[in-house]
C-alpha cells in the first residue's frame, strides 16, 4: 500500500470550466477526508465521509462543489464554473479510528 | 475548538535541539494535542499526539504541562531535512474535523 493517492497532482483550468480530482484512500481506512490549503494558511475541513455516506459538509463547500464516494473506497471533488478563487491545493486524507494519513494534494490553478 | 497560538517562523542551526512552543488556553478536558508536520507540495504528516505530561516517539518529544494550557513540541538535533512548517492541532480524539492555524514555518540553517 503506497498511502493516499491524488490525481492529478497539478491542474491548470480556465475560469468557469469545471475540474474533477480523485483519490484513493488506504484501502482498510473506512474515512475520507478532503481540506482545501491557500498560500501560506493551513488545510481547512471541507467535507468528509464514512464509507461512502457524506457525513459533514463545510460551509467552505459552495453549491459548486460536489464530492462523492460512491463504493466507499475512492472518492472524487468536482468544482463547476471555476473562479479564480478556487485556486488553492485540495488535499484528501484517510483514516481509520483517529490516526490520519494525507495525501499529497492536488494543485488547482484558475487562470 | 480550542485555539491555538504558536510562533509564525523560528530558524535554527543543524544539530540543535528544537523547541515549538503552542499555546491553547481553552483546551477541553477531552481535547488531545496533535503536532503535525508539513513539507512543500506535500500534505501534512503525522509527529506526534499527547494528552498529559510527556510522550516521545522515534521523531519528537512532547510536553505538556499539567495545566495542559500549553505545549511544546522537541526535535533533537534538528537536520535541514527538518526545514517544513509544524501545525499543533488540539481537539478530541475522534472529532472527524482537524482545525490547522497557520502554523510555525522552521528553517534549519546549515
Known amino acids: 500500500d503506497t498511502g493516499v493517492s491524488q490525481d492529478p497532482r497539478h491542474k491548470i483550468t480556465k475560469r468557469g470550466q469545471n475540474v474533477t480530482f480523485r483519490c484513493d484512500p488506504i484501502?482498510?481506512?473506512?474515512?475520507l477526508y478532503w481540506y482545501r490549503q491557500t498560500l501560506g494558511q493551513g488545510p481547512e475541513f471541507l467535507t468528509y465521509?464514512?464509507?461512502?455516506?457524506?457525513?459533514?459538509k463545510s460551509r467552505l463547500l459552495s453549491d459548486r462543489f460536489s464530492a462523492e464516494r460512491p463504493k466507499g473506497s475512492f472518492s472524487t471533488l468536482e468544482i463547476q464554473r471555476t473562479e479564480q478563487g478556487d485556486s488553492a491545493m485540495y488535499l484528501c486524507a484517510s483514516s481509520l479510528a483517529y490516526a490520519y494519513t494525507f495525501g499529497s494534494g492536488t494543485r488547482l490553478t484558475v487562470v | 475548538l480550542a485555539k491555538t497560538t504558536q510562533p509564525i517562523s523560528m530558524d535554527s542551526y543543524e544539530g540543535q535541539e528544537v523547541n515549538i512552543t503552542c499555546s491553547h488556553n481553552n483546551i477541553a478536558t477531552n481535547d488531545y494535542i496533535t503536532w503535525y508536520q508539513q513539507f512543500p507540495s506535500q500534505g501534512p504528516r503525522f509527529i506526534i499526539q499527547?494528552?498529559?505530561t510527556k510522550v516521545t516517539n522515534e521523531v519528537a518529544s512532547l510536553f505538556i504541562p499539567a495545566d495542559r494550557k500549553s505545549s511544546t513540541l522537541s526535535l533533537p538535533r534538528v537536520s535541514l531535512s527538518d526545514t517544513a512548517v509544524y501545525y499543533c492541532?488540539?481537539?478530541?480524539?475522534?472529532?472527524?474535523?482537524?482545525?490547522f492555524g497557520t502554523g510555525t514555518r522552521l528553517t534549519i540553517i546549515p
Open positions: 492541532l488540539v481537539g478530541a480524539k475522534g472529532n472527524e474535523k482537524l482545525t
Open positions: 499527547g494528552y498529559k
Open positions: 465521509f464514512q464509507n461512502e455516506a457524506q457525513l459533514e
Open positions: 484501502s482498510e481506512h473506512n474515512r
